[in-house]
């Protein structure tokens, strides 16, 4: 791995060196921070992180330590912020939906709301700029999402929007250039992690459309991104204890998600205070996991917990999941394509043997032959969880299942996942948001295609048909596409997590559009 690495090495502490130098809103605003998430100003503590402030932060932070400090002045700290800081507002917020329009329209011209242009430096600011217009998922969610962003593209390519696909793509290159990763969102609370890495994935939707030619021009990102998937402190890789994504299990070098830090999310900072209290483990070992489950974009559920029902208990960097190394099992894979296609065989050859151990590590121990299902692999118990969930669509979906195992898998998801409204997440109900009774847009297209890939046609048609169903409804009686959707009952709202249902939304977007275009239905409504 030493041949791939060395190239990328010095550029690969310099971005690391300018994340590091980027300062977060808990570090600018101390205990100002603090205050008014603890005291939860604002419903939301992404709120507060977002803001913008109206003046130079250093003198904001003077002023708020003497009238604080005052006996003489009567505070509101509520109104102290509004004075101070620009409160941002959802992308939606003022936007009127014509639910007697048909749905498809009614995508189209969200497209245009959900649209940001490249944005400019604000000092004091969270959000971290990028060179080129993009797409955000709506609601409380108004910056680029990595997790987001392949299944929004899903439907941009069925609009036709090329141009703007590519400018997504082009700033997630950006970002591994400049920070040696593609964090969480593009603001500087993020910079600690990543998330589910569809980087490979966006390409290779892009090349659909552009040509093949496009894996030329992002190879270099995409070696940088497998590159920070991979780093390890190989002394430590057997205990995992290293500031790494990556772990050793039996004589594979595998994958967890991840964050570098161990303290409370700054979006979610009264949230994650509270979970630890409840709760005698080491503090900073519990943030270290609620962080690690926001990586996985699963925040929160039941795969992650020890009891499989209690936030408190969350083990999230002690687990392989499945998703992630079949994500990463695709990195490898079209490195490997790309270097075969070059002529480059002896990096060709390190990919192709990287992604076939990783295969092997999958079907070794994520595979429950008994149960007909992949599940996520504790390294430190040596046991799989046993808590069914969809992410063992993503075996299926990169092709990485053998017919049989896949035909398991398929009756599976029929026998105990499918309801009315189409996939639940999970089959247990803990009141977090990625557990039942919910259902997510990427979840149905990686369940759907990746049954697909292995001749399960009416199952996933069947899928496909009850998912557009629930949302044509839900539009239809409240102008809204959201962000989640209740498969179970689908006269209920979703619910459950750490804020409200949110509406907008990018990957519902994208996948609806996308589904209704395969199965031709839901169009003329």
């Not at 630890?276 to 990586?295: E, F, P, S």
């Not at 121990?365 to 430190?380: E, P, R, S, V």
Request: hydrophobic fraction near 35%; include cysteine; glycine fraction near 6%.
């Amino acid at each position: 791995m030493k041949r791939i690495t060395s190239s990328f090495l010095f550029l690969l502490l310099g971005s690391n060196l300018l994340a590091q130098s980027v300062q977060t809103p808990d570090k600018i605003y101390g205990d100002l921070f603090v205050d008014v998430q603890m005291n939860k100003i604002f419903p939301d503590g992404k709120t507060f992180v977002d803001c913008i402030p109206k003046g130079e932060p250093e003198v904001i932070v003077a002023d708020y330590h003497k009238i604080k400090n005052n006996p003489a002045i009567k505070f509101s700290l509520k109104m102290f912020v509004e004075e101070n800081f620009t409160i941002p507002v959802s992308p939606t917020s003022t936007y009127k939906s014509d639910t007697s329009a048909n749905v498809k329209f009614h995508i189209e011209k969200l497209w245009d709301v959900l649209q940001r242009n490249p944005d400019a430096v604000v000092k004091g600011s969270s959000l971290l700029p990028l060179p080129n217009s993009y797409i955000v998922p709506g609601g409380r969610f108004r910056e680029i999402n990595y997790g987001d962003s392949y299944f929004t593209m899903l439907g941009l390519q069925e609009s036709k929007k090329f141009d703007m696909m590519e400018n997504m793509i082009k700033n997630f290159a950006y970002l591994i250039e400049n920070y040696g990763h593609i964090p969480n969102g593009n603001r500087t609370y993020y910079l600690s992690r990543s998330q589910p890495p569809f980087f490979a994935s966006m390409v290779g939707l892009l090349a659909e459309s552009k040509g093949e030619d496009i894996y030329e021009t992002y190879l270099p990102a995409l070696e940088k991104e497998y590159i920070y998937w991979m780093r390890s402190d190989k002394k430590q890789l057997n205990t995992a204890l290293a500031d790494n994504y990556a772990v050793k299990v039996g004589g594979y070098i595998v994958n967890r998600y991840w964050d570098s830090l161990s303290i409370p999310r700054q979006e979610s900072y009264r949230d994650d205070v509270e979970t630890a209290m409840k709760t005698k483990r080491n503090k900073q070992v519990v943030y270290r996991n609620l962080r690690a489950g926001a990586t996985s974009g699963w925040d929160f559920s039941s795969r992650w917990f020890v009891d499989a029902k209690t936030l408190s208990t969350i083990q999230t960097i002690d687990i392989a999941p499945v998703d992630l190394n079949s994500l990463l099992f695709n990195l490898e894979y079209t490195l490997y394509t790309i270097y075969k296609k070059k002529g480059l065989s002896d990096k060709a050859s390190v990919y192709k043997q990287a992604f076939t151990n990783r295969a092997k590590f999958i079907n070794q121990y994520c595979w429950n032959k008994q149960d007909g299902c992949y599940y996520d692999y504790n390294f430190k118990t040596k046991k799989q969880v046993k808590t069914p969930t969809l992410a063992m669509a993503y075996p299926l979906f990169f092709k990485i299942a053998s017919q049989e195992q896949a035909n398991k898998v398929a009756a599976k998801l029929k026998k105990d996942f499918l309801k009315p409204g189409g996939l639940t997440t999970t089959l247990n109900r803990t009141g977090q948001q990625w557990d039942a009774p919910n259902g997510w847009a990427p979840l149905q297209w990686m369940a759907i295609q990746g049954v697909e890939n292995y001749k399960q046609h009416a199952l996933a048609r069947e899928i496909g048909s009850r998912w557009i169903n629930l949302n044509v409804k839900v539009f239809k009686n409240t102008g809204k596409l959201m962000e989640k959707y209740n498969v179970m009952d689908t006269h209920l709202e979703a619910g459950g997590g750490e804020y409200p249902s949110q509406d907008g939304f990018g990957w519902t977007n994208g996948v609806l559009l996308k589904l209704m275009n395969k199965y031709q239905m839901g169009i003329d409504f």
